[in-house]
């Protein structure tokens, strides 16, 4: 699976960001999906995630009720819609797919990056104060 993310820019505190990430390669309506992120100096985060056919999703307990991963497995993408942006959510985000028909959404696996097989290049969100 080759991903492309997209949507990231710089926005002022408060605002919104939709990031996107389209998928070719494979059957992308078969791949659970996930958002990490990554600030200078720091690990890779896990963000959101959400299951092969759509139907279920999960994300990081702080920021639950701010961000929403949602798909489109018509158009081989997957978004993440964040809400009343942070300066600290500044980072590198970056899209990934594991292989998820058949397995139980969620696992533990679904907020570990190694747990995901293929990866995007990221794209740079900045939130000035």
């Known amino acids: 699976v080759q991903l492309q993310a997209s949507g990231g820019g710089l926005v002022q505190a408060g605002g919104s960001l939709r990031l996107s990430c389209a998928a070719s390669?494979?059957?992308?309506?078969?791949?659970?999906m996930g958002w990490f992120r990554q600030a200078p100096g720091k690990e890779r985060e896990f963000v959101a995630a959400?299951?092969?056919?759509?139907?279920?999703?999960v994300y990081a307990d702080s920021l639950k009720g701010r961000f929403t991963i949602s798909r489109d497995n018509a158009k081989n993408t997957v978004y993440l819609r964040m809400n009343s942006l942070k300066p600290e959510d500044t980072a590198v985000y970056y899209c990934?797919?594991?292989?998820?028909?058949?397995?139980?959404?969620?696992?533990?696996?679904?907020?570990?990056?190694?747990?995901?097989?293929?990866w995007g290049q990221g794209t740079q969100v900045t939130v000035s104060s």
């Open positions: 990934a797919a594991t292989y998820g028909v058949g397995s139980i959404f969620p696992s533990g696996g679904a907020r570990r990056p190694n747990e995901y097989a293929y």
């Open positions: 390669g494979h059957t992308f309506s078969a791949y659970n």
């Open positions: 959400i299951s092969w056919s759509g139907g279920s999703t």
